[in-house]
């Protein structure tokens, strides 16, 4: 069966490779799952004046019990406005899709050195090592017949199991909850990649070449501002 790539990875060799934090590099992090109950479940605190410390519980929390204060959590920094809601994790591969954002501060609010990143999935189990997933839907992936995944082979060496990257997991990670792997997407398949992410998030493949020329609109505009500032 022929593939849409001649080649998926390169192999990151030496020690140098962990200082990089580059878009189509490959890590270990603990993306979590999408929050899909609603009511949701949340960590609930109250203080206890007696002792002077909180006692915890779990509980329901909808959306729209944010339209009214809660009683702040000190020790997890949870302001009234705010809910420490729960959700589940687990540790999987994910591909660098962004640079670090340009640094910024205003008074007490800052940027974070976080990535846009996108879980993989493997088709196979990872306590067995059997598929998952049906073949049919395994050849339907491979044949991109669905918007929101991006085949990925498998790879001997460095290790690497054939799955998926899901669109609809896309998030953001900071820096530390990234680890290092000694691979990366080669420079075609990171084009392919970014290439069916774009399409994903628009009406038609007419408006990916629309969507780049905006992009140089944008940057032109902002150097001009920036010149006039400067000046």
């Known amino acids: 069966?022929?593939?849409?790539?001649?080649?998926?990875?390169?192999?990151?060799?030496?020690?140098?490779?962990?200082?990089?934090?580059?878009?189509?590099?490959?890590?270990?992090s603990a993306p979590y799952y999408l929050q899909t109950e609603h009511p949701g479940t949340a960590v609930l605190g109250h203080y206890q004046e007696q002792s002077g410390k909180y006692a915890y519980s779990l509980g329901p929390v909808a959306l729209e019990d944010f339209e009214d204060p809660g009683e702040p959590i000190q020790p997890l920094d949870i302001r009234s406005n705010e809910r420490a809601m729960v959700i589940r994790s687990k540790r999987r591969p994910v591909i660098l899709m962004s640079e670090l954002p340009t640094p910024w501060k205003e008074g007490k609010r800052r940027s974070d050195p976080a990535f846009l990143?996108?879980?993989?999935?493997?088709?196979?189990?990872?306590t067995s090592g059997k598929p998952s997933y049906s073949e049919t839907f395994i050849e339907r992936v491979k044949a991109y017949y669905y918007n929101s995944l991006f085949y990925l082979?498998?790879?001997?060496?460095?290790?690497?199991?054939?799955?998926?990257?899901?669109?609809?997991?896309?998030?953001?990670?900071?820096?530390?909850?990234l680890k290092h792997r000694p691979l990366r997407l080669t420079e075609d398949a990171l084009h392919c990649l970014r290439a069916w992410l774009f399409g994903?998030?628009?009406?038609?493949?007419?408006?990916?070449?629309?969507?780049?020329?905006?992009?140089?609109?944008?940057?032109?505009?902002?150097?001009?501002?920036?010149?006039?500032?400067?000046?």
Not at 117 to 126: A, E, K, M
Not at 155 to 173: H, M
Not at 202 to 227: C, H, K, M, N, Q
């Open 153 to 177: 082979p498998a790879n001997q060496k460095p290790s690497f199991r054939e799955g998926f990257a899901r669109f609809d997991r896309i998030q953001v990670v900071h820096k530390r909850w």
């Open 117 to 126: 990143v996108l879980p993989i999935y493997s088709f196979s189990s990872d």
């Open 1 to 28: 069966m022929f593939e849409l790539l001649d080649s998926y990875y390169e192999a990151l060799t030496g020690y140098t490779y962990v200082q990089f934090y580059l878009p189509g590099q490959i890590f270990e």
């Open 200 to 231: 994903f998030t628009t009406l038609s493949p007419e408006e990916v070449g629309e969507g780049w020329e905006w992009f140089r609109i944008i940057r032109e505009y902002r150097d001009r501002r920036l010149a006039v500032e400067k000046a």
